[in-house]
Structures are given as structure tokens and as C-alpha cells.
């Protein structure tokens, strides 16, 4: 199987089913879930693509390149308007040019060149992003028509700056367990070159084959571990980044308490202020003693109250994923009408089997039963599998003309329940307003003692050519209840452009003025990555 990687949709193109496959997923949906007849069709190929001439030249002492597929490559992220454009071959925000630098110095040179000529620049890292963090349409007018004008807002130009180029691993420090890495590092590529040393960092969010060391720091990315190590925050040491400004870079120390921590200004920062170039982490070996379990509920609250239980014990899970009975559906999960919590526990120091146990006991006393070694194999298997394929199915999805996406949060358990139903009473109107109908699923992704980190996933029939107006409006129930209850606009997901009005509501206005302040300093032209994070203001001098 070959590694090409898709240019308007998720991963690689290898894996996009044929018609046949795609249509049987078609007809499990119109069967199971009560959906209408479904027109599967074909992706558009790159010469089918649409995309504006480059509006700028960059100077030649500025490594960069304005290829077409280049260009295409850099236009999106992987959210469901993203994939959705990208299947109608509709590239009309595309950059002017994707810049390659290969270290700090080229970097600088182009923060230099964009703040003087009014050029925005977009760190591009995976291009995972599902909030509109990478997207050059500034101020969010591009639609489904591939020939749609750019909407650059005040800007001359745009250009994707790709971090591809700072890939190195520049030291691994076994004694102390932490790696230098570059910014532009996969997942993979990272985890390969430290099994030399007998280290990993054992950081996986769901994108990890396709997103990058930068990209996580910049999005404050979560990852596979339900409790304890949740976000890459845990495994960051220090951070370096280059800023119009100057070079912006925090001590490589276990910990200080010197005044508010610098690193976390870094994190989840989404190329707002300036480009990380790279970050000492915090890494580690792989664990050798582990233990795992399944078990069904009947009701997904007393899986709730297991859960509760579980992480108020301090019992710290490694995997703690509650799927409630349509969760099990979508992901094939072989407990059909049940909730299933999967467990799994692991040490460096010792076995976990009584720290399993422990958890077992919990389980039962709200009414669970632990399912048989064959069947949590099968579970875990169906799982793991649905975890990093999952995002291929968003694939298919759009191809047959289904509306698709997920939003995620974290709220404190005793509001959960009260929201949980206000917010599925709230998308499940606004999926039958908007599309007729819908379905939506929820799963724990992580678990917090004072509280949950649902995730929630929503399907309905799109109609063709209201898909983002549809789009919008389920997103935007979900959003608003959010707000209502007290909850955050996102878990892991990052603010982007996507949820940066509810990031506004959710935040203090004295904190956003704040945050101003530290770009007006960083960033006095007001190029990096305009409309993400915070709305666009008038800070040119």
C-alpha cells in the first residue's frame, strides 16, 4: 500500500474505500440508522481543483515555493467544511506561497518581510487542525464555489509557513529523560527515533500519524491517556519560538516558580504570537506491566457514576473510555444497546492487576458486568481500531453526502448530567430544524476528578449546497448550551476560527485585553495568523 497523502481529505489516499465498500457503509446507514436514500460519489482529482493565481512574489532570500499542489496541500485543515470543500475541489482560499524554512534564521527573514509588506502568515504544521487554525480565508466568506474571491480582510497576502523543514531531533538527554525536538517532527518520526535510546514520549492524539511536535504545543493537543498525562502541556519542559518580535524561549527546567509560567503562554498559542520552532519534552520509557478490562451498563449513568468513582479514587487510569449505546453503534462495538466502559491501567514500577481490580469493584456496585476476555478483546480491538481510523470515516462520510462532525468539552460533574441533557435536547432539535434529521453519540475521551471531557459526535443528511449553513447552525446549538452550563468551548480541540466568538465568552474580558497586549508586543503588524484565537483588531502602529 502506498503513503500519498490526500489533498482534501484525512490521511492517506490508500485508504479511501472504492464505491462498493463506500456504498454498503451507505446502506448501514439508511438500514440502522433511519437515514434516506444516499448518493455515494467520487473525489475530484487534483487537476479538478480550483484555486486563485498567487496575488504576491516573495523575495528570492526567502525560501519558498508557490506550486500549485503545494498550495492546494496548505489550503485546509481536516473539519468537516474543510473536507467538505476540499471533495468539491474548491480551493479558493488557497496561499499565495508556501514558505520552507529550514531553520530560524529563514524564519526570521520572513516574519521580517511579511510585517513590512502586510502579509499574513499561517505556522503550518500536520495541517490536522478541525477549528480552522490553518485556513487562509481571514475572515471566514469562502464557500463552496472553488472560483469564491479570497478573503484576506486587509492583508496583501497570505502565505503557509511549513514547518516540515524543522524535523531534527537535536538531542536526547536519557539521564534526565527529555528530548530536544524540532517543531516540524511526526508522531511517528519521533517515537522512531527515540526506541533507539529505549524512550518514548507516549504522547498519542488522534492525528498522531499526520500531526507534528509544533502543532501539538501550538494547539495544546490531547491525547490518549484518560487521566494524568491528558494534554502535551504534561510533557512539556520548555519551548522555544520565533516571533516578529525577537526569539521568545522558556527555561529548561523541571519546574520554577518564577513568576507566571511562560510555556504555558506557548501552549495553545495557534501561531498567534510567533512560529515554535522547537521544545525540550519530557520523555519516557515504555511501560512494562499492564492490565485491561471492559464493561457493559445498562444505564450510561450508572457508566457515569463508575467513572466518577474510578477517577476519584485517584485509581488513574490510563484509559478510561465511557461509549454510551449509539457510541457503541457507530464504532461497532460488540455490546449493542449497552454503554461500555473500557479500562486499562499500566506502571513502570509494578503490576497493575490489583489497581484493575479495584476498579472491577467500583464497576460492579453500579451495576456493571465485566465482559468476557474474548469479548473485551474484541471491544478493545474495535476500539483502538475505530480511535486512529475513525478520521477515514469522515472520509466516506462526506463522499455520500452525510453531515458530519464533533464538538468537545470539560464541565464539572455535578453540572454534567443537567447539561448533558440540555445539550442533547439542543442538537438533536437543531439536527431535525436543519437536516430533517440526525443522530449523535457521546463518549468520555478523558476524565478529571472534579469532572468529565465528553465528545460528542453528530450525523445527519446533508442537503446539497446548504451543507455549511446546516453545519453551522448544529455547531453553533451545541456551542451556545456550552457557554449556558459553564462549560469550556473545547477540551483538546484548540479555539481556531471555529469556536473563537465562544472563546470570547467564555474568557474575561481583562484576559482577552491582556492577551492583546502580549501581541501587540510579539506581533506589531498584526500578521500571525489573523482570526484564529482572537478576533481581528487594529493593532498596526
Known sequence: MGNTKSFWGWGVTEQF?????????????????????????????????????????????????????????HTYGKSYPDLLRGFRGAFGP?????????????????LAWASESNVAVIPFGGGTSVVGGVEPDLVGRAGLDGTTERSRGTYTGVISLSLD?????????????????????????????LETHDLQLRHYPQSYEFSTVGGWIATRAGGHFATRYTHIDDFVESVRAVTPAGVLESRAVPASGAGPDPNRFLLGSEGAFGVITEAWLRVQPRPPYRARA???????????????????????PANCRLLDPTEVLLNEVPAPGKSVLVLGFESLAEPVETTLDKARDICQTHGGTEQTAESHTDAGKSWRSSFFEGPYLFNQLVSMGVLVDTFETAVTWDRFEEMHTALTRAVQNALTEACGMGVLSCRFTHV?????APYYTFLAPAEDGRELEQWRAVKSAAADVLMEYGATITHHHAVGRVHRDWYEQEQSA?????????????DPAGIMNPGVLLKEREIRR
Open 294 to 316: 471492559s464493561v457493559t451498563f445498562d444505564s450510561f449513568w450508572d457508566g457515569v457514576e463508575a467513572t466518577r468513582e474510578i477517577v476519584q479514587a485517584r485509581l488513574s
Open 94 to 110: 488557497a496561499p499565495d506561497a508556501v514558505a520552507q524554512p529550514t531553520d530560524e534564521e529563514e524564519i526570521h527573514r520572513l
Open 17 to 73: 474505500p472504492d464505491w462498493e465498500t463506500r456504498q454498503k457503509l451507505a446502506n448501514r446507514l439508511e438500514r440502522e440508522l433511519g437515514f434516506p436514500e444516499l448518493t455515494v460519489r467520487e473525489p475530484p482529482s487534483l487537476a479538478d481543483c480550483h484555486l486563485p493565481d498567487p496575488a504576491i512574489s516573495l523575495p528570492d532570500t526567502i525560501p519558498a515555493t508557490t506550486d500549485r499542489n503545494a498550495r492546494i496541500h
Open 510 to 522: 481583562t484576559y482577552l485585553d491582556a492577551l492583546w497586549s502580549m501581541k501587540r508586543t510579539l
Open 165 to 193: 523543514g524543522l524535523d531534527s531531533i537535536h538531542e536526547v538527554d536519557e539521564h534526565s529523560r527529555r528530548a530536544r525536538i524540532g517543531a516540524g517532527v511526526y508522531g511517528p518520526a519521533l517515537n522512531e527515533a
Open 448 to 452: 478529571y476528578p472534579d469532572g468529565p
